[in-house]
C-alpha cells in the first residue's frame, strides 16, 4: 500500500533544505516567500533551544551564520532551512563546516536530520561575478550524494536594467521598442553570461536551475523552484513531503497529481 502524506510526514517529519549563497543575495526573502509570510524565522539551535533576541540580531544584522541552527518560520513549521554564509567570510574555515555537515546531514541515518535539498543562491545583480571561487569551490569538491542541489540565480530582474541602459544607447529607439526588446536582450545577457554552462561543467553539477524575479512584489511566489526541488528529488515520499508543506500552492499540488496518476 502507497503511503499516505500523513505517513511520510510522521516518518520524516519536516522538510530540511540547506540554503547557500553569498551575502545580499536574497536568501531571506526567498525563503519568505517560500513560507509566505514578511516576518523574520524563528532560529533554533541544533537540540531545538531558541535562539537569544540578541543573536537573532547578529544572524540577521551582521550576516553571523551558524550552520547548525535551524530557521523555521512560524507561517509555515514544516519546513527548515540551514543558511551558511558562503565561503567569501569564512575562507577556508566555513568551507571545512559546510562540507562536514553536507556530508553528515546527507547520510545520516536520523530522518529528522538528514536534509532533502540545497537551494545554491546566485543573484544577478552580480551576474558578471556569478562564478566566484566559492561556486567553484562548491560544485567541484561537494559530492552531495543523494542531496539534490538546485542553482538558484535570484534577482533575475536585475538583468532588465541592464538591458534596458544598453537598450537605451541605439538611436531611435521608442519607449514601445525598448518595453519589446529587453526581454530578448535579457536572454542574450544571460546566454552570453555562460554561468550554467560553467555550473555544468564542474565535478559535481546542480541537477537544475531557477531564475527568480521581483521577489519584493506580493504577486509573485516560488512555485517554480519548488515545482523544480520536487522533481530533483529521487524518492516520492520525500516528493510528497515537499507537496504536503505546501498545500496553499495549488498549482504545485495539481502538477503533482498529475505527475503520478
Known sequence: ??????????????????????????????LQKVCNTTENPEILDSKGNKIDAD????????????????????????????????????GED???????????????????????????????????????????????EYNTNNVPVIAVFTKFDALSAVALRELRRTPGLTSKDLLERTPKRVEEIFANANIWEQLCGTRHPPKDYVRLAKMNIDETDCGPLL???????REEALQMLLISTQQTN???????????S
Not at 75 to 85: A, D, G, I, K, T
Not at 227 to 233: F, H, M, P, Q, S
Not at 250 to 260: A, G, N, P, Q
Open 1 to 30: 500500500m502507497p503511503l499516505s502524506a500523513q505517513d511520510v510526514r510522521n516518518k520524516f517529519r519536516r522538510f530540511r533544505i540547506l540554503v547557500v549563497g553569498r551575502a545580499k543575495a536574497g536568501k531571506t526573502t526567498l
Open 94 to 140: 566555513e568551507f571545512k563546516k559546510m562540507k562536514e555537515f553536507v556530508s553528515e546531514r546527507a547520510s545520516t541515518r536520523k530522518l529528522n536530520e538528514r536534509i532533502h535539498a540545497i537551494w545554491y543562491c546566485i543573484p544577478m545583480d552580480e551576474y558578471h561575478r556569478a562564478m566566484t571561487m566559492a561556486e567553484e569551490m562548491f560544485f567541484s
Open 55 to 90: 543573536a537573532v540580531k547578529l544572524f540577521f544584522d551582521c550576516g553571523y551564520h551558524d550552520i547548525n541552527y535551524e530557521l523555521v518560520f512560524r507561517s509555515n513549521p514544516h519546513f527548515v532551512f540551514h543558511e551558511s554564509c558562503g565561503f567569501e567570510v569564512g
Open 227 to 233: 515545482e523544480c526541488t520536487r522533481v530533483a528529488l
Open 250 to 260: 495549488l498549482e504545485l499540488c495539481i502538477t503533482y497529481d498529475f505527475s503520478v
